[in-house]
C-alpha cells in the first residue's frame, strides 16, 4: 500500500507561484514514475508531468516552461514548483504513484486527496 497526501495549494493571483508537495509513504515502487495530474470543473483529469527513478521528466505542453517536477532522492516526497500561474491553471492537483500490474505495466492506483488551486485574474 502507498499513501500520498498532496499540501500547498492555495489561491494567487495570475503571474504568480505555487509549490505543492506530496508526501508519499509506504511500498513505492521504483518501477513506476511518480506524476502530478490536475483536474478542472467540468474537464477531464489531465496528466501535468512525470518523474521516474532516474529523475527523467516530462510535461503536458501547457505546462512546460513553467512548471518543473521534482523528487527527493528517497522519492517520499514529490514537488510540483508551479510559475506564471494562468487563469487556467485553477483545477484540484493530484499525485499519483503506480504498482507493476499485468505485463509488467505500472498502474496507477494510488491517488492523493488532491489539493486546490485557484488562479484570479
Known amino acids: 500500500q502507498v499513501q500520498l497526501l498532496e499540501s500547498g495549494g492555495g489561491s494567487v493571483q495570475a503571474g504568480g507561484s505555487l509549490k505543492l508537495s506530496c508526501a508519499a509513504s509506504g511500498d513505492i515502487s521504483s518501477n513506476c514514475e511518480m506524476r502530478w495530474y490536475r483536474q478542472a470543473p467540468s474537464k477531464e483529469r489531465e496528466l501535468v508531468s512525470t518523474i521516474n527513478r532516474a529523475h527523467t521528466t516530462s510535461y503536458a505542453d501547457s505546462v512546460k516552461g513553467w512548471f518543473t517536477i521534482s523528487q527527493d532522492n528517497a522519492r517520499h516526497t514529490l514537488y510540483l514548483e508551479m510559475n506564471s500561474l494562468k487563469t487556467e491553471d485553477t483545477a484540484v492537483y493530484y499525485c499519483?504513484?503506480?504498482?507493476?500490474?499485468?505485463?509488467?505495466?505500472?498502474?496507477?492506483?494510488?491517488w492523493g486527496q488532491g489539493t486546490q488551486v485557484t488562479i484570479s485574474s
Open positions: 499519483a504513484s503506480g504498482r507493476l500490474g499485468k505485463g509488467w505495466r505500472c498502474e496507477y492506483v494510488y
